[in-house]
């Protein structure tokens, strides 16, 4: 019987043959928004681009048309008999009311009357009667010209003022100077609720008109960088984050904008406009938001007829529940019939690990006698020679001989503690260790084993320190043990020999190499109790140990034959200052 888990060839196909459908469902609604959006984005950007070219087009003819406007009044006003006749007559009571007159038929912004001495005589606004403008470039360029003067003067309180200043005269003779204030402002004001950002510089690069009062008397560059992103990252997320990929010309306040640019036939001004992609990304989006909902409701209606079809293989569930509850019946039985072998093997376990506590033990007992093996034997042998010593009443030389038993001692109540917090590794802290000197202590332990066999030492060790951070007894412990085994396999030979190297690199290594007949199984060679002597000569516990000693310092213990024969070990340390850098390697 074919069960609801294992449909039929032909509901297979069904169900593969819709998810079909709704991968190119949903394959056709990407590609549809992907090309619906660029084809509308662009549309959309030269629509926008061609309306921000129109305003800035209206935007410079009106601001030249307000200049052209008021660059004809300083030379109407420098005839008219009444302002030359007050300051000849020096009598202005009625020269403010005059300029008042004519300010509102102008348009300007103000109007300033002038003395020969650059007092404010007249003027529009009754404030400036009285102050003093004779080091102005509109006053002083305006009595040295005989000309309409037009000037920027940047004012204290900030911003800037725009004024056509003439000289009036009476035959030769020049009686002041008349000034009208051109009213551009209101252009700023009116610019700033229309457009984005707007802003018209002199010849210079200066902004001098703009719809913000921030970016007044600074550069383009300036200004912007005001508003940008703090960093290049910073503009990259910002303009990857609108999908539309429009084409970017600047950046205002962080925001990717469309700048046009246009120049005012008027002393080498330009105007330019920054325009942002709100609108274009609105509407977009609109027609977007349609797309997606039109295929969001066909996938809806499919998920529909797919649940139509789950809910008629449910009922086909239903059917074959008996069959799964009688297997259900016969599972619990075989759980039950699981649960007792469980029971018995966890009694083996527990055995199991007994046994295996004992055999730990055992090899903590060997490993003490292993280690404390060399050191038993080198106080035998200091203890002949004392007793000696003292035969021949040379007592200094058996008080020696004492002293380095003495050490030996201390040196046995490391190893048992060594051996005791074996499996507390990392407890105790570090020291920098001369391996010359551990080098030369190991030696001096090894001199009577060396001595009674006759063994040729060669050693090479560099004049300067070599230094590594470690635990010098157990360095001494693994090079003794290096040693013994060096002097073991030259007891075969006529002529033993070992051969000592200390180098310093980037670690500090040491090499001992013998001239035995070498390794017979490399890869057995460091597991605990292996060994190639005679029962009775060793435990195999002495590279094993060291092995684990050396890992525990950061380093590494090999083993390998040599070229011409015999055996070379090469223990490697991380010299002092470069464990961290060692360890991230490793």
Same mark, same amino acid.
Do not use: C
């Given at each position: 019987?074919?069960?609801?888990?294992?449909?039929?060839?032909?509901?297979?196909?069904?169900?593969?043959?819709?998810?079909?459908?709704?991968?190119?469902?949903?394959?056709?609604?990407?590609?549809?928004?992907?090309?619906?959006?660029?084809?509308?984005?662009?549309?959309?950007?030269?629509?926008?681009?061609?309306?921000?070219?129109?305003?800035?087009?209206?935007?410079?003819?009106?601001?030249?048309?307000?200049?052209?406007?008021?660059?004809?009044?300083?030379?109407?006003?420098?005839?008219?008999?009444?302002?030359?006749?007050?300051?000849?007559?020096?009598?202005?009571?009625?020269?403010?009311?005059?300029?008042?007159?004519?300010?509102?038929?102008?348009?300007?912004?103000?109007?300033?009357?002038?003395?020969?001495?650059?007092?404010?005589?007249?003027?529009?606004?009754?404030?400036?009667?009285?102050?003093?403008?004779?080091?102005?470039?509109?006053?002083?360029?305006?009595?040295?010209?005989?000309?309409?003067?037009?000037?920027?003067?940047?004012?204290?309180?900030?911003?800037?003022?725009?004024?056509?200043?003439?000289?009036?005269?009476?035959?030769?003779?020049?009686?002041?100077?008349?000034?009208?204030?051109?009213?551009?402002?209101?252009?700023?004001?009116?610019?700033?609720?229309?457009?984005?950002?707007?802003?018209?510089?002199?010849?210079?690069?200066?902004?001098?008109?703009?719809?913000?009062?921030?970016?007044?008397?600074?550069?383009?560059?300036?200004?912007?960088?005001?508003?940008?992103?703090?960093?290049?990252?910073?503009?990259?997320?910002?303009?990857?984050?609108?999908?539309?990929?429009?084409?970017?010309?600047?950046?205002?306040?962080?925001?990717?904008?469309?700048?046009?640019?246009?120049?005012?036939?008027?002393?080498?001004?330009?105007?330019?406009?920054?325009?942002?992609?709100?609108?274009?990304?609105?509407?977009?989006?609109?027609?977007?938001?349609?797309?997606?909902?039109?295929?969001?409701?066909?996938?809806?209606?499919?998920?529909?007829?797919?649940?139509?079809?789950?809910?008629?293989?449910?009922?086909?569930?239903?059917?074959?529940?008996?069959?799964?509850?009688?297997?259900?019946?016969?599972?619990?039985?075989?759980?039950?019939?699981?649960?007792?072998?469980?029971?018995?093997?966890?009694?083996?376990?527990?055995?199991?690990?007994?046994?295996?506590?004992?055999?730990?033990?055992?090899?903590?007992?060997?490993?003490?006698?292993?280690?404390?093996?060399?050191?038993?034997?080198?106080?035998?042998?200091?203890?002949?020679?004392?007793?000696?010593?003292?035969?021949?009443? %040379? *007592?200094?030389?058996?008080?020696? #001989?004492?002293?380095?038993? =003495?050490?030996?001692? &201390?040196? +046995? $109540?490391?190893?048992? /503690?060594?051996?005791?917090?074996?499996?507390?590794?990392?407890?105790?802290?570090?020291?920098?260790?001369?391996?010359?000197?551990?080098?030369?202590?190991?030696?001096?332990?090894?001199?009577?084993?060396? %001595? *009674?066999?006759?063994?040729?030492? #060669?050693?090479?060790?560099? =004049?300067?320190?070599? &230094?590594? +951070? $470690?635990?010098?007894? /157990?360095?001494?412990?693994?090079?003794?043990?290096?040693?013994?085994?060096?002097?073991?396999?030259?007891?075969?030979?006529?002529?033993?020999?070992?051969?000592?190297?200390?180098?310093?690199?980037?670690?500090?290594?040491?090499?001992?190499?013998?001239?035995?007949?070498?390794?017979?199984?490399?890869?057995?060679?460091?597991?605990?109790?292996?060994?190639?002597?005679?029962?009775?000569?060793?435990?195999?516990?002495?590279?094993?140990?060291?092995?684990?000693?050396?890992?525990?310092?950061?380093?590494?213990?090999?083993?390998?034959?040599?070229?011409?024969?015999?055996?070379?070990?090469?223990?490697?340390?991380?010299?002092?200052?470069?464990?961290?850098?060692?360890?991230?390697?490793?």
């Amino acid at each position: 019987m074919t069960s609801a888990a294992d449909p039929d060839p032909q509901t297979r196909a069904i169900n593969w043959r819709v998810r079909v459908a709704l991968a190119v469902l949903l394959l056709l609604a990407v590609v549809v928004v992907a090309v619906t959006n660029k084809l509308l984005t662009d549309r959309f950007t030269e629509s926008t681009r061609n309306r921000a070219e129109l305003r800035l087009a209206l935007y410079s003819g009106n601001l030249l048309s307000e200049l052209r406007q008021n660059a004809i009044v300083p030379q109407l006003l420098a005839r008219d008999a009444e302002l030359i006749g007050a300051l000849n007559s020096a009598d202005y009571t009625a020269s403010t009311r005059r300029l008042i007159s004519f300010v509102e038929e102008i348009g300007a912004a103000s109007l300033m009357l002038l003395d020969i001495d650059g007092r404010t005589v007249a003027a529009t606004d009754r404030n400036r009667l009285g102050s003093s403008h004779r080091a102005d470039p509109y006053f002083v360029d305006a009595i040295r010209a005989n000309a309409t003067i037009f000037t920027v003067a940047e004012r204290e309180a900030g911003g800037y003022g725009f004024f056509y200043s003439r000289r009036v005269q009476s035959g030769s003779d020049v009686l002041g100077v008349i000034a009208v204030e051109v009213d551009l402002q209101k252009f700023g004001r009116a610019w700033a609720g229309i457009s984005d950002a707007v802003i018209v510089t002199d010849s210079t690069g200066t902004i001098i008109l703009t719809t913000e009062p921030r970016w007044l008397g600074r550069t383009e560059q300036e200004a912007l960088a005001r508003q940008t992103p703090q960093n290049a990252i910073q503009r990259a997320i910002q303009a990857t984050a609108d999908w539309t990929a429009q084409p970017t010309d600047s950046y205002l306040e962080g925001e990717a904008v469309m700048r046009l640019e246009n120049r005012i036939p008027f002393r080498g001004w330009r105007m330019a406009s920054f325009t942002t992609y709100a609108s274009v990304r609105e509407r977009v989006n609109g027609v977007l938001a349609l797309e997606i909902m039109g295929f969001a409701i066909l996938l809806a209606l499919s998920f529909y007829a797919l649940s139509r079809r789950t809910a008629l293989r449910m009922a086909l569930f239903q059917r074959e529940s008996a069959e799964l509850r009688t297997l259900n019946a016969a599972l619990q039985r075989e759980i039950a019939e699981r649960k007792r072998v469980q029971e018995t093997l966890a009694v083996a376990e527990q055995t199991l690990e007994q046994s295996s506590k004992l055999a730990a033990l055992g090899e903590m007992s060997a490993a003490v006698s292993h280690e404390l093996n060399q050191p038993l034997a080198a106080m035998k042998t200091y203890l002949a020679g004392a007793r000696l010593l003292l035969r021949r009443n %040379r *007592q200094d030389e058996a008080l020696s #001989s004492f002293g380095r038993i =003495d050490d030996l001692i &201390e040196r +046995m $109540g490391g190893i048992t /503690r060594q051996l005791k917090s074996y499996a507390r590794k990392g407890q105790e802290a570090f020291s920098p260790v001369d391996m010359g000197d551990a080098l030369a202590s190991a030696l001096s332990m090894m001199e009577p084993q060396l %001595r *009674q066999q006759h063994v040729q030492i #060669s050693r090479i060790v560099p =004049d300067k320190p070599v &230094e590594v +951070m $470690g635990d010098r007894l /157990r360095i001494e412990q693994v090079m003794v043990n290096l040693l013994r085994n060096a002097i073991d396999a030259t007891k075969s030979e006529a002529d033993p020999k070992v051969e000592i190297l200390l180098t310093a690199g980037e670690t500090a290594t040491l090499t001992v190499r013998d001239n035995g007949p070498g390794i017979e199984d490399l890869d057995q060679l460091f597991e605990p109790f292996y060994t190639t002597k005679q029962p009775g000569d060793g435990v195999g516990l002495g590279l094993a140990i060291s092995s684990g000693i050396v890992n525990d310092l950061g380093g590494r213990l090999t083993a390998r034959n040599g070229q011409t024969g015999g055996a070379v070990f090469e223990m490697q340390l991380p010299i002092m200052g470069n464990e961290h850098s060692t360890q991230a390697a490793e």
